[in-house]
């Protein structure tokens, strides 16, 4: 489906299907052409409300807001998928129609790869007119400029969404990584991908330990954008365990099921830098993923285990399911060792299930040292249309990481706090000199949700790439 700009009035625009938002329930304005039908049809313009008159479809936003304008265009869109029209129409709706045109393109994916007979879908533009729902008209080059931004917005999204819903007999640490070149070569970006050898060769013991008992090994993936122009210099590190079974700490069959999902940190760190490179965004950007599998065979990890990371520290090893931040912990080390003078890391990961919940299904975790930092990152969240809250760190929480044999434990000693001890866990595997550059995305929530919700239809979301766009967006200055 393309969106196109049109420098017309929207009346004149030629089109199947109008679609129209009704704001603040403000029946009486212009575009509402079938007030009496939406009266006998119990239309009020309720907030997530839809009601179709011919080939006209009203969505209610009560909320004047840019998030309530994206999930109405997601409802729309998805109302409008099914029906046998090419073309539909809308008008520029001021500061929102970015979140409109956004809120179109993500409400729009759906994942058919294994579908024998997908349904077809007819829909192929939506042309939005330069004129503004208060009267005026918007600027032609202005408008294209949004829909070009959002365009490349969503569809980084949706590279995410594809590479999480993929099944996991297809990705493994091999093809995540095979992936990740294809994407390199479309972006024109550097990429290194490291086997198991050079895990071995290079001290990196957890996130050796981790992939371990799998037919596929582990693979570090190095993509690298750096544009002539480069202001700062940012690395994102991202989980990427292409299934999590637990390990010898097996996972219950119920909490198995979605594991496949559990690469979403590392689908997320490729998009991010695939949108910055589109975006031609004046920032170094550095996305790195540590790839594994946790599986079970003879060969697994075990509970008991003593594990030696890059930077050295001994880890013990008391449950294989908390294995997320053993491959965090060598992928930030590789991070810090090879990327001199960077000015952020960011590390993005479905750590835990205790981040879950804490805040819910729908909200990312944020962590770190930095309060600032962390503010940024809610603050982009907020703006970008992902929720984010911070989970704040403390030095009691701190101790229950002690191990009797090792440096640390990787788990903690009681059962609550469990989002925060695993941020604490990664920030021993982060440089002194790099505290305050440092934040670390719990996206276990927001990740993968069984349920169509906001502008997200079933499965993966690609949680964290839209927020960070928006974050380095704001880098810029
Ligand atoms: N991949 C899981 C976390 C997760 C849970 C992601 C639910 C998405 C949805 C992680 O590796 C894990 O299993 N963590 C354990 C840690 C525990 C053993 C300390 C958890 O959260 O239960
Ligand atoms: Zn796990
Ligand atoms: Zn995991």
Known sequence: MKIVAKNEQFSKIVADFRILFVCEKKLDHRFVEDRERLDLMGFDGSDESICIVENSIYVGVENQDSESYRIAAAKAIGALKPLKISSAKVACYGE???????????????????????KSVSLETIFVSTEEYLGNSSD??????????????????????????TAPNEINPITLAKKASEIAKDAD??????????LETNGMGAMLAVGKASATQPRLIHLAYKPKNAQKKVVFVGKGLTYDTGGLSLKPSDYMTTMKADMSGAAAVMAIIKVAS?????????????????????????????????????????????????????????????????????????????C??????????????????????????????????????????????????????????????????????????????????????????????????????????????????????????
């Open 189 to 198: 970006l550097e990429c290194t991908i490291y086997d198991e050898k050079y």
């Open 278 to 354: 589109d975006l031609a965004l004046p920032i170094e950007i550095h996305a790195i993923a540590g790839a594994a599998e946790n599986a079970v065979s003879g060969n697994a990890f075990r509970p008991d285990d003593v594990l030696v990371a890059k930077n050295q520290k001994t880890i013990e090893v008391k449950n294989t399911d908390a294995e997320g931040r053993l491959v965090l912990a060598d992928a930030l080390c590789y991070a810090q060792d090879m990327v001199k003078d960077l000015d952020y890391i960011v590390d993005i990961a479905t750590l835990t299930g205790a």
């Open 356 to 477: 879950v919940v804490a805040l819910g299904e729908y909200t990312t975790g944020v962590m770190g040292f930095d309060e600032d930092l962390k503010n940024s990152f809610v603050a982009s969240g907020e703006k970008s249309g992902e929720l984010a809250w911070i989970l704040p760190f403390n030095r009691h929480l701190k101790k229950l990481l002690k191990s009797e044999v090792a440096d640390i434990s990787n788990i903690s000693s009681s059962r609550y706090g469990g989002a925060i001890t695993a941020g604490i866990f990664l920030s021993e595997f982060i440089e002194e000199k790099n505290h305050n550059k440092w934040v670390h995305l719990d996206i276990a929530g927001p990740a993968f949700v069984e349920k169509a919700w906001g502008v997200n239809p079933y499965g993966a979301t690609g949680a964290g790439v839209r927020m960070a766009i928006e974050w380095l967006e704001s880098l810029k200055g």
């Open 96 to 118: 929102y129609s970015s979140a409109i045109i956004e809120g179109f393109g993500l409400g729009f994916y759906e994942f058919n790869s294994y579908k024998s007979k997908p």
């Open 140 to 165: 032609l080059a202005s408008l294209e400029n949004i829909i070009n931004r959002s365009d490349l917005m969503v569809k980084g999204v949706n590279l995410a969404r594809d590479l999480i819903n």
